[in-house]
């Protein structure tokens, strides 16, 4: 069974850093793109990032490009979300997802077939 886990939210002051990081298990013989999203209160989820299998294309939110970026350590199924200038827009909660038997990244929510639980990011002015 897979399982995504998210780690690396808290609370930041706007204009620092955060590293997110998704830890994904169960995995096994298949390649597949994965992708951040986030929701905050009363908002729908948004895209913010997401890269394909092998890294070779990545793909950004425009509110974000710039300041985020996204990498995989595929040695350690893990995907992770540099943060850097963040806003108090930014505050969110971020999940990590990933898509079932597929390399190529997309930036449509439903396209994904794992979400992990979420990490909070707070972001003060």
């Known amino acids: 069974q897979v399982r995504l886990v998210e780690s690396g939210g808290g609370l930041v002051q706007a204009g620092g850093s955060l590293r997110l990081s998704c830890a994904a298990t169960g995995h096994t013989f298949s390649p597949f793109a994965m992708g951040w999203f986030r929701q905050a209160p009363g908002k729908e989820r948004e895209f913010v990032a997401a890269?394909?299998?092998?890294?070779?294309?990545?793909s950004y939110a425009d509110s974000v490009k710039g300041r985020f970026t996204i990498s995989r350590d595929n040695a350690e199924n893990t995907v992770y979300l540099q943060m850097n200038s963040l806003k108090p827009e930014d505050t969110a909660v971020y999940y990590c997802s990933s898509r079932k038997n597929s390399a190529i990244l997309t930036r449509i929510a439903h396209e994904y077939t794992y979400w992990g639980q979420g990490t909070q990011v707070t972001v003060s002015s």
């Open positions: 890269i394909s299998w092998r890294g070779g294309s990545i």
